[in-house]
């Protein structure tokens, strides 16, 4: 299995740096650039996992390191006016390597943690490294911050406090946030805080 995962890895990496060679802006190769050593660092990261983290966590750095190129790569494919068809492989092999992450991080959970999820997720202890503070996102990571600085702050303080985000993207940035347990959320007459979990 992890011959498999290496060499879905290595056909990515073969992908993305034909897309590098293919741009010629050298701002979007240096972000493509940066994206992709995340993208090493992360798998990196994660086959070493035993010995400096869990393997979900690990697995979860991956995964956002995937998400991020992804996007960037449609956002490449949106204002691209070239040939896209390196950009279509390379986001197709990454989609290939994100699922088979899945599948097998999803496998290798150990059984005693899957029954506490399974049998009470709610009490289920939400334990944090500082390495798990979101960093792959900017966005989240903005949030985050804000929120760290300044508890109980509701949506519409963050939206003017980021007038490039749209209401929807920090309302959905808010809910990554809380369900992976870096906010924690407080209704009071209708209103809703934020606060740091």
Do not use: W
Request: net charge positive.
């Amino acid at each position: 299995m992890e011959r498999e995962e290496a060499l879905k890895f290595a056909n990515s990496l073969i992908l993305l740096s034909k897309l590098l060679t293919k741009i010629e802006d050298r701002f979007f190769v240096q972000k493509l650039h940066e994206k992709l050593l995340d993208l090493i660092f992360a798998f990196s990261e994660r086959r070493t996992a035993p010995l400096s983290m869990s393997h979900n966590v690990a697995a979860q750095n991956l995964l956002n390191s995937i998400n991020n190129l992804l996007d960037y790569l449609e956002y490449l494919a949106h204002i691209s006016k070239n040939n896209t068809t390196p950009l279509l492989s390379a986001q197709r092999n990454l989609l290939k390597f994100k699922l088979y992450i899945l599948r097998h991080n999803h496998q290798k959970k150990p059984t005693a943690e899957r029954v506490v999820e399974t049998v009470n997720p709610v009490f289920a202890p939400k334990t944090r490294t500082v390495q798990q503070i979101p960093k792959s996102d900017s966005n989240k990571e903005k949030i985050f911050h804000f929120i760290k600085k300044y508890p109980d702050t509701r949506t519409r303080d963050i939206v003017s406090e980021f007038s490039a985000l749209s209401g929807r993207t920090v309302k959905r940035n808010l809910k990554e946030l809380t369900d992976e347990g870096f906010l924690q959320k407080r209704t009071d007459s209708g209103a809703v805080y934020y606060t740091c979990g």
